[in-house]
């Protein structure tokens, strides 16, 4: 419990450092009055603008303006919605969350069976094969390997849509595109973990008493493996959502990352904001949920 | 192997360099001995002359259009010819030549990119680590803040802000990836200034600058070009990803990233003008991901991956 207050204690200072890289990067490097308006504006319009937003006052008053307004969930108004920004960007979570919990599905799907066979087996032409396949999995650039299966199977074989949110199937090739990423970074740390678990002495242990193979590698091993997989895993959210954002424009999938990719296209500050703030937050839970999880896996850890 | 490491993590200023020859010999060796690590040193020596000698290599200019040869296809397809070996894009620009001086953005935006990240994660995780206190704690979590914020999310940001140039997207790159080295600068520091030969130097005397120049960089060294090294690959796809978002460098200059993204619009009827430049890109990165992996083993058996019998 107080290892729990420390932690969310500890989000506060980095959400307000977070909102203050937000608004050094909008307010002090870039012209927040230039950005919003057309480019034939008139000097009177930007006047007017410059005071309807509150620019011509110190910039420390302006920075304790916009952490109250971040403080009530207040990001500004959107001028392409002309609706508040914050419940847009959250209008476009679910679709988001959809696509990172199918691809994550996909990495596990792929990288359990693969990392273990790649460790029970080391330096087999299986686990050459896998290690390969997974370096060259890192070095793919995701949005590229998307593109190629829209080519391969939606355009050469016409077998799934190319783009869009209507049904399940819509879902299948932007989470192989993600899934198969993450894959890759995931395999290889089943393999490493497993393979420190298997030269343990509780596994010398298991195996000399006679058990068969299959339950030393999944009940003995396989299990304590995992640990520190799901940890990392954990706190690859940042990465995932990243991946998130290309994966969505490759497929116009309709969550944030289209969103945000059209706001900066418009220059629409206050979604970017938003979606800044938003996005941040997720990670900042989900890596806290991560030191949760481990705690609770692996008991030896002490909370402090 | 050993005697190499020596050389590396020796601080010996002026007489150490006798050494160099014979240790740059067996580093050499080493890495021959290596098949991936020689892999990957002929592929970066490969995009680096293509990179070097584009104007010689290429067949065309990059940029000329060419309005009766629009979307030929490759050699090997019919209708293809070895005029264009690649093929021709949506502009009739012969795809092979684009490939050519693409490599001169990526290696100049990787290497770049990645001298500024190194130069900022350096600093502020030596003073971090080195100094601790209150100025660690700020750094520090400047740090989670900055990982909180995916890598692309961020530079969509700064990019919308600041406007796409070839400066501007060094600069955001680099600023991108400190955090890397911050955290392992400062972890290395911490274990460093610890030992045994920073004790006595700071005991005989010796001011910070000098512990930190003469005792402590020599011994991060290793780690530093590592990472570097692996980070220049990341930095490759960082940048394509930009450039394909529509926000990297802008026409005419040639990217890879940016070819991709003018090919998906062609993807039905010529699939060529976007799958190369994808497989220009997975090359390069395989083989600075490969020579980063035997650096990583050779310099730093400590991060040496897999230790278990």
Not at chain 2, 59 to 65: E, I, L, N, V, Y
Not at chain 2, 68 to 81: A, D, F, H
Not at chain 2, 103 to 121: R, T, Y
Request: charged content about 15%.
């Amino acid at each position: 419990m107080k290892f729990l207050m420390k932690s969310i204690l500890q989000i506060i200072p980095v959400m307000f450092l977070i909102s203050l890289i937000v608004f050094v990067l909008v307010h002090i490097t870039g012209d927040p009055v230039s950005l919003m308006l057309p480019e034939d504006a008139t000097e009177e319009d930007r006047i007017i603008l410059t005071q309807a937003l509150g620019l011509d006052q110190p910039i420390h008053i302006q920075y304790l303006h916009f952490m109250g307004g971040v403080l009530q969930g207040d990001f500004g108004e959107s001028y392409r919605y002309n609706q508040d920004a914050l419940p847009i960007v959250i209008e476009r979570l679910p679709a988001t969350f959809e696509l990172a919990i199918a691809s994550m599905i996909v990495a596990v799907i792929i990288a359990i069976p693969l990392g273990i066979l790649s460790a029970t087996q080391k330096n087999s032409f299986w686990d050459v094969f896998i290690t390969g396949s997974a370096v060259l999995g890192k070095a793919m650039p995701n949005f590229w390997l998307g593109i190629m299966l829209i080519l391969l199977v939606s355009v050469q074989w016409g077998v799934l849509p190319v783009s869009g949110r209507e049904s399940f199937v819509h879902l299948i090739l932007p989470a192989i595109t993600l899934g198969t990423g993450i894959a890759a970074e995931m395999t290889r740390l089943i393999r490493s973990s497993m393979l420190e678990i298997l030269g343990q002495d509780f596994v010398r242990t298991a195996r000399s008493k006679g058990l068969i193979e299959t339950i030393v590698i999944y009940k003995h091993a396989f299990r304590n493996a995992l640990i520190p997989v799901v940890t990392i895993m954990a706190l690859q959210t940042s990465t995932l959502i990243g991946g998130a954002l290309i994966t969505e424009t490759v497929f116009s999938w309709p969550g944030m990352g289209q969103l945000l990719i059209q706001a900066v296209n418009a220059r629409d500050m206050a979604i970017i904001q938003a979606s800044v703030f938003v996005i941040a937050l997720l990670v900042i839970l989900s890596n806290l949920a991560a030191d949760l999880v481990y705690r609770f896996l692996d008991p030896r850890i002490k909370y402090k | 192997m050993t005697t190499l490491g020596k050389t590396e993590t020796s601080s010996l200023p002026a007489s150490g360099r006798k050494s160099a020859g014979s240790g740059f010999a067996s580093f050499t060796k080493a890495l021959l001995k290596s098949k991936a690590g020689t892999i990957g040193l002929i592929i970066v020596l490969a995009v680096v002359l293509m990179a070097v000698f584009a104007s010689v290599l290429s067949p065309f200019d990059p940029a000329k259009t060419n309005a009766i040869e629009r979307l030929k296809p490759p050699v090997w397809l019919e209708g293809g010819s070895m005029k264009h070996p690649l093929g021709t894009d949506n502009l009739g620009r012969d795809v092979l030549s684009r490939i050519i001086y693409g490599s001169q953005i990526s290696l100049l935006i990787g290497i770049c990119a990645v001298a500024v990240a190194g130069a900022i994660g350096l600093v502020l995780g030596l003073i971090s680590g080195y100094y601790g206190g209150f100025i660690d704690k700020l750094i520090m979590r400047t740090v989670d803040s900055f990982l909180a914020i995916p890598n692309i999310l961020f530079m969509l940001v700064v990019l919308t802000v600041m406007g796409s140039g070839l400066g501007t997207l060094i600069f955001v790159l680099g600023v991108t990836n400190w955090v890397t080295y911050a955290r392992m600068v400062r972890g290395e520091v911490l274990s460093i200034k610890e030992r045994d030969f920073v004790r006595a130097a700071r005991s005989v005397g010796a001011k910070d600058v000098r512990i930190i120049l003469t005792h402590i960089l020599p011994n991060i060294a290793s780690s530093f070009i590592v990472i570097s090294t692996l980070n220049v690959a990341t930095t490759i796809i960082l940048e394509a990803s930009l450039s394909f978002l529509g926000l990297g460098v802008q026409p005419p200059t040639v990217s890879w990233g940016g070819m991709l993204s003018d090919g998906r619009e062609y993807l039905a009827t010529s699939w060529w003008v976007a799958t190369f430049p994808g497989i220009a890109i997975t090359i390069t990165v395989l083989g600075i991901i490969f020579l980063g992996d035997w650096l990583r083993d050779t310099l730093d058996p400590r991060m040496k991956t897999n230790r278990a019998k």
